[in-house]
Nanobody, 115 residues
């Protein structure tokens, strides 16, 4: 387990934007598929989006066209730009790094979208 450091959550009104960041140790970041998951109260943790080392991305249908994942390999950081936020986006968002058979998680950051 390696340390993933998240930042950028908060409270925003519906229709607003937030950007989440997640920093990982360099050697791990360079070989990892990076992703963002979220977990709302009483719900299972779900995949929001992921990005490979080559930059290929995938998104949950619920966020397509609104969220964008990107990675800055020079800064060992992955970002989640969230636009047009909806109340149903409210959840704890977790950064995830997958490298070979191993997985590491961030501590989670709360995103709350008010209506």
């Amino acid at each position: 387990q390696v340390e993933l450091v998240e930042s950028g959550g908060g409270l925003v009104q519906a229709g607003g934007s937030l950007r989440l960041s997640c920093a990982a140790p360099g050697i791990i970041f360079s070989i990892s598929v990076m992703g963002w998951y979220r977990q709302a109260p009483g719900m299972e943790r779900e995949l929001v989006t992921s990005i490979t080392t080559g930059g290929s991305t995938n998104y949950a249908d619920s966020v397509k066209g609104r969220f964008t994942i990107s990675r800055d390999n020079a800064k060992n950081t992955v970002y989640l730009q969230m636009n047009s936020l909806k109340p149903e986006d409210t959840a704890v968002y977790y950064c995830n790094a997958r490298y070979g058979p191993r997985v590491s998680w961030g501590q989670g950051t709360q995103v709350t979208v008010s209506s």
